[in-house]
């Protein structure tokens, strides 16, 4: 099976622009999770989205946003983009069926974003 | 306060050697917790997932603890491997709303 994969992996944005940021799934899993990761906060949890519904989200603000296509594909988007959005922005697939996070979840290899 | 503290934040061992890296949470009530490896410039690979019922599982040199009682895990590297250079992060789902709350990571770095 592919594993999950992330595009682009590297981008350049300026203060005030926008950005969106796509991730494919492993095929069959319809459970797709955002993760921000900073030097100074770790790995932070977005959202996660399954079966084309957000089913959880994280404390980022409204800039920060997502969906989730009927093929599992998955866009995160952030407006407005501030030099604190500078990071690596993960996604990770799972089954995850049950919602209760006890299946493995499988992370893409990022897209490093950085705002300047 | 981050509800998953880990220690040390970074170590340095001789290959060969075994290491042990601690996971404190505070998540409540717990569903499972989990460890991850993570190479520079890469994302996290899953090594175990423990449920508040088990209390150790093993994924080759990788033997993960966990103390529900006392909100305890800890992760045991055995024999290292240069490869066993990495990031690794502690990850605590809760009950009811699911939720991930992640550990800063400790820094492990093997040497020659």
């Known amino acids: 099976k592919a594993g999950v994969t992330q595009t682009p992996r590297y981008l350049i944005k300026t203060r005030g622009q926008q950005v969106t940021l796509s991730c494919s799934p492993i095929?069959?899993?319809?459970?797709v999770s955002w993760y921000q990761q900073t030097p100074g906060q770790g790995l932070q949890f977005l959202f996660e989205?399954?079966?084309?519904?957000?089913?959880n989200k994280g404390n980022f603000p409204g800039r920060f946003s997502g969906r989730q296509f009927s093929n599992s594909r998955s866009e995160m988007n952030v407006s407005t983009l501030e030099l604190g959005d500078s990071a690596l922005y993960l996604c990770a697939s799972s089954s995850n069926i049950a919602g209760d996070n006890t299946d493995t979840q499988y992370f893409g290899p990022g897209t490093r974003l950085t705002v300047l | 306060k981050n509800q998953v503290e880990q220690s040390p934040q970074s170590l340095i061992i001789l290959e060969g050697k075994n290491c042990t890296l601690q996971c404190n949470y505070t998540v409540s009530p717990f569903s499972n917790l989990r460890w991850y490896k993570q190479d520079t410039g890469r994302g996290p690979v899953s090594l175990t997932i423990?449920?508040?019922?088990?209390n150790t599982k093993s994924n080759g040199r990788y033997t993960a603890t966990l103390d529900a009682d006392t909100k305890q895990s800890s992760l045991h590297i055995t024999a290292s491997q240069l490869s066993d250079s990495a990031s690794y992060i502690c990850v605590v789902s809760g009950l009811n709303d699911y939720k991930l709350s992640f550990g800063a990571g400790t820094t492990v770095t093997v040497r020659a």
């Open positions: 423990m449920t508040f019922s088990e």
């Open positions: 989205y399954f079966s084309e519904t957000q089913r």
């Open positions: 095929s069959g899993h319809r459970s």
